[in-house]
Protein backbone atom coordinates (compact mmCIF):
# COMPACT_ATOMS: atom_id res chain seq x y z
CA UNK A 1 0.00 0.00 0.00
CA UNK A 2 1.20 3.32 -0.87
CA UNK A 3 1.22 6.26 1.61
CA UNK A 4 -1.40 8.05 0.30
CA UNK A 5 -3.61 5.24 0.15
CA UNK A 6 -2.76 4.48 3.71
CA UNK A 7 -3.43 7.73 5.02
CA UNK A 8 -6.99 7.78 2.74
CA UNK A 9 -7.66 3.94 4.59
CA UNK A 10 -6.13 5.58 7.90
CA UNK A 11 -8.67 9.04 7.38
CA UNK A 12 -11.96 6.46 6.74
CA UNK A 13 -10.64 3.77 9.62
CA UNK A 14 -9.76 5.94 12.53
CA UNK A 15 -13.63 6.39 13.83
CA UNK A 16 -14.99 3.54 13.78
CA UNK A 17 -11.72 1.10 14.75
CA UNK A 18 -11.69 3.85 17.44
CA UNK A 19 -15.42 3.84 18.79
CA UNK A 20 -15.36 -0.06 17.96
CA UNK A 21 -12.47 -0.94 20.66
CA UNK A 22 -12.83 1.59 23.00
CA UNK A 23 -16.59 1.32 23.43
CA UNK A 24 -16.39 -2.80 23.52
CA UNK A 25 -14.72 -1.71 27.13
CA UNK A 26 -16.59 0.89 28.13
CA UNK A 27 -20.00 -1.17 27.47
CA UNK A 28 -17.92 -3.93 30.03
CA UNK A 29 -17.50 -1.46 32.70
CA UNK A 30 -21.44 -0.25 32.59
CA UNK A 31 -22.43 -3.53 32.94
CA UNK A 32 -20.35 -4.26 35.75
CA UNK A 33 -21.20 -1.56 37.90
CA UNK A 34 -24.92 -2.57 36.94
CA UNK A 35 -24.42 -5.96 38.46
CA UNK A 36 -22.70 -4.12 41.48
CA UNK A 37 -18.66 -3.89 40.93
CA UNK A 38 -17.74 -0.38 41.25
CA UNK A 39 -14.47 -0.97 40.07
CA UNK A 40 -14.04 0.61 36.45
CA UNK A 41 -16.44 3.45 38.01
CA UNK A 42 -13.89 4.41 40.43
CA UNK A 43 -10.96 4.39 38.17
CA UNK A 44 -12.96 6.82 35.83
CA UNK A 45 -13.70 3.68 33.01
CA UNK A 46 -16.88 4.27 32.68
CA UNK A 47 -17.08 6.83 29.79
CA UNK A 48 -17.08 6.92 26.33
CA UNK A 49 -14.60 9.13 25.93
CA UNK A 50 -11.93 6.92 23.91
CA UNK A 51 -8.79 8.74 25.28
CA UNK A 52 -9.85 6.59 28.55
CA UNK A 53 -9.59 3.19 27.04
CA UNK A 54 -6.78 4.09 24.63
CA UNK A 55 -4.01 1.56 24.31
CA UNK A 56 -1.08 2.33 22.37
CA UNK A 57 -0.56 -0.80 21.00
CA UNK A 58 -3.53 -2.31 20.90
CA UNK A 59 -5.47 0.58 19.79
CA UNK A 60 -3.69 2.71 17.23
CA UNK A 61 -0.19 0.48 16.49
CA UNK A 62 -1.46 -2.59 15.62
CA UNK A 63 -4.42 -1.45 13.63
CA UNK A 64 -2.22 0.77 11.77
CA UNK A 65 0.48 -2.30 11.31
CA UNK A 66 -2.88 -4.91 10.14
CA UNK A 67 -3.68 -1.79 7.72
CA UNK A 68 -0.25 -1.53 6.35
CA UNK A 69 0.18 -5.05 5.80
CA UNK A 70 -3.13 -5.88 4.92
CA UNK A 71 -4.14 -8.25 7.57
CA UNK A 72 -7.21 -9.39 9.52
CA UNK A 73 -7.86 -5.83 10.83
CA UNK A 74 -8.37 -6.10 14.81
CA UNK A 75 -6.80 -4.68 17.73
CA UNK A 76 -7.93 -3.55 21.70
CA UNK A 77 -8.56 -1.06 24.46
CA UNK A 78 -6.65 -1.07 27.81
CA UNK A 79 -8.95 -3.69 29.63
CA UNK A 80 -12.03 -2.50 31.92
CA UNK A 81 -10.91 -3.45 35.66
CA UNK A 82 -13.61 -5.91 36.79
CA UNK A 83 -13.56 -7.74 40.24
CA UNK A 84 -16.02 -10.31 39.35
CA UNK A 85 -16.05 -11.32 42.82
CA UNK A 86 -18.02 -8.12 43.95
CA UNK A 87 -20.46 -8.57 41.47
CA UNK A 88 -24.22 -9.70 43.32
CA UNK A 89 -24.09 -13.29 42.13
CA UNK A 90 -20.74 -13.44 40.41
CA UNK A 91 -20.61 -16.65 38.23
CA UNK A 92 -24.02 -15.91 36.76
CA UNK A 93 -23.62 -12.32 36.09
CA UNK A 94 -19.68 -12.96 34.67
CA UNK A 95 -21.94 -14.15 31.12
CA UNK A 96 -24.11 -10.42 30.97
CA UNK A 97 -20.46 -8.91 32.08
CA UNK A 98 -18.70 -10.59 29.35
CA UNK A 99 -21.32 -10.31 26.74
CA UNK A 100 -21.86 -6.28 27.00
CA UNK A 101 -18.25 -6.05 24.88
CA UNK A 102 -19.58 -7.94 22.09
CA UNK A 103 -23.41 -6.42 22.06
CA UNK A 104 -21.69 -3.11 21.98
CA UNK A 105 -19.74 -4.26 18.70
CA UNK A 106 -23.84 -5.88 17.57
CA UNK A 107 -25.18 -2.65 18.14
CA UNK A 108 -22.18 -0.59 16.28
CA UNK A 109 -22.09 -3.12 13.64
CA UNK A 110 -25.56 -2.42 12.84
CA UNK A 111 -25.12 1.48 12.97
CA UNK A 112 -22.78 1.19 10.33
CA UNK A 113 -24.87 -0.98 8.46
CA UNK A 114 -27.22 2.17 8.47
CA UNK A 115 -25.15 4.32 7.29
CA UNK A 116 -23.75 2.12 4.55
CA UNK A 117 -27.53 2.60 3.48
CA UNK A 118 -27.66 6.24 4.25
CA UNK A 119 -24.72 6.62 1.96
CA UNK A 120 -26.19 4.42 -1.21
CA UNK A 121 -29.01 6.31 -0.76
CA UNK A 122 -27.15 9.87 -1.88
CA UNK A 123 -25.58 9.13 -5.02
CA UNK A 124 -23.05 12.22 -6.04
CA UNK A 125 -22.94 14.03 -2.39
CA UNK A 126 -19.83 15.01 -1.35
CA UNK A 127 -20.11 12.68 2.02
CA UNK A 128 -21.48 9.42 0.15
CA UNK A 129 -18.01 8.07 -0.73
CA UNK A 130 -16.36 9.12 2.25
CA UNK A 131 -19.53 7.80 5.00
CA UNK A 132 -19.57 4.15 2.42
CA UNK A 133 -15.55 3.83 3.33
CA UNK A 134 -16.32 4.16 6.78
CA UNK A 135 -19.63 2.11 6.98
CA UNK A 136 -17.41 -0.38 5.30
CA UNK A 137 -14.51 -0.28 8.10
CA UNK A 138 -17.02 -0.39 11.10
CA UNK A 139 -19.16 -3.20 9.83
CA UNK A 140 -15.91 -5.37 9.22
CA UNK A 141 -13.52 -3.75 12.35
CA UNK A 142 -17.11 -4.80 14.84
CA UNK A 143 -17.71 -7.87 13.13
CA UNK A 144 -14.17 -8.99 13.61
CA UNK A 145 -14.10 -7.69 17.21
CA UNK A 146 -17.36 -9.34 17.83
CA UNK A 147 -16.69 -12.85 16.29
CA UNK A 148 -13.11 -12.88 18.28
CA UNK A 149 -14.32 -12.16 21.83
CA UNK A 150 -16.69 -14.43 21.52
CA UNK A 151 -14.11 -17.38 21.02
CA UNK A 152 -14.07 -19.57 24.07
CA UNK A 153 -10.56 -18.91 25.44
CA UNK A 154 -10.30 -16.92 28.46
CA UNK A 155 -9.29 -14.34 29.05
CA UNK A 156 -11.44 -13.28 25.78
CA UNK A 157 -15.39 -13.17 26.23
CA UNK A 158 -16.45 -16.14 25.31
CA UNK A 159 -13.97 -17.46 27.81
CA UNK A 160 -15.95 -15.61 30.54
CA UNK A 161 -19.26 -16.70 29.30
CA UNK A 162 -18.01 -20.71 28.97
CA UNK A 163 -16.85 -20.27 32.85
CA UNK A 164 -20.23 -18.77 33.77
CA UNK A 165 -22.14 -21.53 32.18
CA UNK A 166 -20.37 -24.58 32.69
CA UNK A 167 -20.58 -26.34 35.85
CA UNK A 168 -17.90 -25.75 38.53
CA UNK A 169 -15.53 -28.06 37.88
CA UNK A 170 -14.92 -27.81 34.55
CA UNK A 171 -15.35 -23.70 34.81
CA UNK A 172 -12.62 -24.10 37.23
CA UNK A 173 -10.40 -26.04 35.11
CA UNK A 174 -11.17 -23.68 32.07
CA UNK A 175 -10.43 -20.56 34.34
CA UNK A 176 -7.35 -21.70 34.56
CA UNK A 177 -6.06 -21.29 31.08
CA UNK A 178 -6.17 -17.54 31.81
CA UNK A 179 -2.80 -17.06 32.50
CA UNK A 180 -1.90 -18.66 28.89
CA UNK A 181 -4.98 -17.50 26.92
CA UNK A 182 -3.02 -14.20 25.11
CA UNK A 183 -0.16 -16.47 24.41
CA UNK A 184 -2.17 -18.67 22.89
CA UNK A 185 -4.01 -16.41 20.65
CA UNK A 186 -0.74 -14.44 19.57
CA UNK A 187 0.56 -17.80 18.45
CA UNK A 188 -3.25 -18.65 16.48
CA UNK A 189 -2.20 -15.36 14.70
CA UNK A 190 1.15 -15.42 13.85
CA UNK A 191 1.48 -19.65 13.30
CA UNK A 192 0.73 -20.35 9.36
CA UNK A 193 -1.57 -22.71 7.72
CA UNK A 194 -2.06 -22.73 4.59
CA UNK A 195 -0.23 -19.72 3.98
CA UNK A 196 -2.48 -17.95 6.54
CA UNK A 197 -2.72 -17.41 10.42
CA UNK A 198 -4.53 -20.17 12.14
CA UNK A 199 -6.67 -17.36 13.25
CA UNK A 200 -7.79 -16.01 10.12
CA UNK A 201 -9.28 -19.86 9.53
CA UNK A 202 -11.08 -19.64 12.33
CA UNK A 203 -12.13 -16.17 12.38
CA UNK A 204 -12.89 -15.39 8.18
CA UNK A 205 -15.76 -17.89 7.76
CA UNK A 206 -17.94 -16.31 10.74
CA UNK A 207 -16.10 -12.89 10.08
CA UNK A 208 -17.91 -13.20 6.51
CA UNK A 209 -21.59 -14.51 7.66
CA UNK A 210 -21.79 -12.19 10.20
CA UNK A 211 -21.38 -9.71 7.36
CA UNK A 212 -23.60 -11.01 4.94
CA UNK A 213 -26.00 -11.06 7.62
CA UNK A 214 -25.94 -7.44 7.88
CA UNK A 215 -25.62 -6.99 4.52
CA UNK A 216 -28.76 -8.93 4.44
CA UNK A 217 -30.91 -7.04 6.94
CA UNK A 218 -29.64 -3.44 4.77
Request: without cysteine.
Given at each position: MNFDALIQTIALAAIPVLFAITLHEAAHGYAARHFGDMTAYAQGRISLNPLRHIDPIGTILLPLLTLFVGGI???????????????????????????????????????????????????????????LGMAQFGVTIN????????LPLPPLDGGRVAISLLPHRQSFQLAKMEPYGMVILIVLAVVPVGGQPILSWILSPLVSSFIRMIETIF
Open positions: LFGWAKPVPVNFSALRHPKKDMLWVALAGPAANLVMALFWGAMFKVALSMPGSYFAEPLAILLVLNL
